[in-house]
């Protein structure tokens, strides 16, 4: 029986539980400089914390107190941290809201890097007031490149920036890989050019010729975003089966059904099986 939570070991044989998966950090590194420095960053409540006996236990960073923000929840403000790196002389935490904090080597007090300059050329959010996806709302990743500590990198929600300055600038880098997931595909098997396509957050789309061209047959017609899987009757080609979310979120947990070949779909009550309102 797996047991989650933060465990050491000193042999990689015998594991011995530290912290209840609660408590534990989410992002954890070593020090480039000092190898018995750790830094983690915590969610619960969200905080960066030090740690010099293998993390047994864990230590505020000697910045005044109101340094590092509170985080209220919201994924686009600061006070919630999910990225951290470090290499010799330098360590760089990542924010929520691309807000980047430095730490040089034998120091425990962080620096707050002033707001840098994003570089997103014609990629269709750039230029939004109104947009969601905001530069750093969903930092997931930072990395410095070894030996080019002025080198940075963090992965966003559906990006990846570069920064060749230390966070001074920071360039879009998503060539060949913009927002495009695809969940799953299926073919007609009485029209071979139609094709179904699931795909990540956007929902249904459909292509009638071959996949050259592909056409947004989402949402406005009954069906939900996230689409998971998709099966086409054999025998009644028309009639098309697909797997999603009941409401817009992650979940695979309702069944939609078209018999128009899916010009239009709707919802069957799924009778007999348990609740999957969650699942």
């Given at each position: 029986?797996?047991?989650?939570?933060?465990?050491?070991?000193?042999?990689?044989?015998?594991?011995?539980?530290?912290?209840?998966?609660?408590?534990?950090?989410?992002?954890?590194?070593?020090?480039?400089?000092?190898?018995?420095?750790?830094?983690?960053?915590?969610?619960?409540?969200?905080?960066?914390?030090?740690?010099?006996?293998?993390?047994?236990?864990?230590?505020?960073?000697?910045?005044?107190?109101?340094?590092?923000?509170?985080?209220?929840?919201?994924?686009?403000?600061?006070?919630?941290?999910?990225?951290?790196?470090?290499?010799?002389?330098?360590?760089?935490?990542?924010?929520?809201?691309?807000?980047?904090?430095?730490?040089?080597?034998?120091?425990?007090?962080?620096?707050?890097?002033?707001?840098?300059?994003?570089?997103?050329?014609?990629?269709?959010?750039?230029?939004?007031?109104?947009?969601?996806?905001?530069?750093?709302?969903?930092?997931?990743?930072?990395?410095?490149?070894?030996?080019?500590?002025?080198?940075?990198?963090?992965?966003?929600?559906?990006?990846?920036?570069?920064?060749?300055?230390?966070?001074?600038?920071?360039?879009?880098?998503?060539?060949?890989?913009?927002?495009?997931?695809?969940?799953?595909?299926?073919?007609?098997?009485?029209?071979?050019?139609?094709?179904?396509?699931?795909?990540?957050?956007?929902?249904?789309?459909?292509?009638?010729?071959?996949?050259?061209?592909?056409?947004?047959?989402?949402?406005?017609?009954?069906?939900?975003?996230?689409?998971?899987?998709?099966?086409?009757?054999?025998?009644?080609p028309d009639t098309v089966y697909a797997?999603?979310?009941q409401t817009y979120k992650w979940m695979?947990?309702?069944?939609?059904?078209?018999?128009?070949?899916?010009?239009?779909?709707?919802?069957?009550?799924?009778?007999?099986?348990?609740?999957?309102?969650?699942?």
């Amino acid at each position: 029986h797996f047991t989650r939570g933060f465990f050491v070991t000193e042999d990689g044989k015998t594991w011995t539980k530290l912290m209840e998966a609660e408590d534990m950090p989410v992002e954890l590194v070593q020090d480039g400089s000092d190898p018995a420095l750790l830094h983690g960053v915590f969610s619960k409540p969200p905080a960066v914390r030090w740690s010099k006996n293998g993390g047994k236990t864990w230590n505020a960073y000697e910045n005044p107190e109101g340094f590092f923000p509170k985080s209220d929840g919201n994924a686009r403000k600061d006070g919630t941290y999910r990225g951290i790196a470090s290499v010799k002389g330098l360590t760089v935490m990542g924010g929520f809201g691309a807000n980047f904090y430095t730490l040089a080597a034998g120091s425990l007090v962080w620096q707050k890097l002033p707001a840098p300059k994003f570089n997103e050329g014609d990629w269709y959010p750039a230029g939004d007031a109104k947009r969601s996806n905001i530069p750093g709302c969903a930092l997931g990743f930072v990395g410095i490149e070894p030996g080019h500590p002025d080198h940075w990198l963090f992965t966003d929600w559906y990006a990846c920036y570069l920064s060749p300055d230390a966070g001074k600038t920071w360039n879009l880098s998503i060539d060949g890989v913009e927002m495009t997931v695809f969940h799953t595909l299926a073919q007609d098997p009485s029209r071979p050019d139609r094709m179904h396509a699931g795909m990540a957050d956007i929902g249904y789309f459909r292509s009638d010729d071959g996949g050259r061209t592909l056409k947004n047959w989402g949402t406005k017609r009954g069906i939900s975003n996230n689409v998971r899987s998709i099966s086409v009757c054999r025998s009644a080609p028309d009639t098309v089966y697909a797997t999603a979310p009941q409401t817009y979120k992650w979940m695979a947990n309702q069944l939609f059904r078209s018999t128009d070949g899916a010009d239009s779909w709707k919802r069957p009550r799924m009778k007999g099986l348990p609740s999957l309102a969650e699942k």
